[in-house]
């Protein structure tokens, strides 16, 4: 699995861990900041249209509070971002709402909580363990959601 990364500076260090975390394990891991830290916005951009472009399958953007990158990421068409703040919601987040990018804010969530609420992202399957009637619930939602997209957003 391909994964693009970026943070502020209020992130930066918290991306750095959950980025150690997931190379140890096997990720492929594009970091957009490696060396020093970008402001939110180009962060966020750059994670949104690496996943938009589908040449990462995930993305996992983080500033201050996670706020601004999850709005810049889900201005994208394609693209899903949930900020969370529990290894819960993140598991879900992708379980239930099959989301692409992980937002987290870096003055809210530690290194340690922020690697275990990644890695309970990307090991979660959108609709698995979900009850049928719910699964064919939210899938219907959002595949409507797709194609909603379509008359929102111009071709890229």
Not at 22 to 46: E, I, M
Not at 73 to 89: D, F, I, P, T
């Amino acid at each position: 699995m391909k994964i693009i990364m970026g943070a502020d500076p209020a992130g930066f260090d918290l991306k750095n861990a959950i980025k150690e975390a997931l190379l140890k394990r096997g990720y492929d891991v594009t970091d957009v900041d490696p060396d020093t830290p970008v402001l939110f916005q180009d962060a966020a951009v750059a994670v949104a249209r690496g996943v938009q472009s589908k040449e990462y399958d995930r993305g996992i953007a983080i500033c201050g509070t996670g706020m601004g990158v999850s709005i810049i990421c889900n201005k994208h068409r394609g693209v899903y971002a949930a900020l969370c703040e529990s290894v819960y919601q993140a598991r879900r987040a992708k379980t239930v709402n099959n989301t692409n990018v992980l937002c987290m804010g870096g003055f809210i969530i530690g290194n340690e909580m922020g690697t275990e609420m990644a890695l309970a992202w990307l090991e979660a399957e959108h609709l698995k363990g979900l009850d049928p009637e719910m699964a064919v619930r939210v899938a219907k939602e959002y595949d409507e959601l797709v194609e909603f997209e379509k008359t929102v957003y111009p071709e890229n």
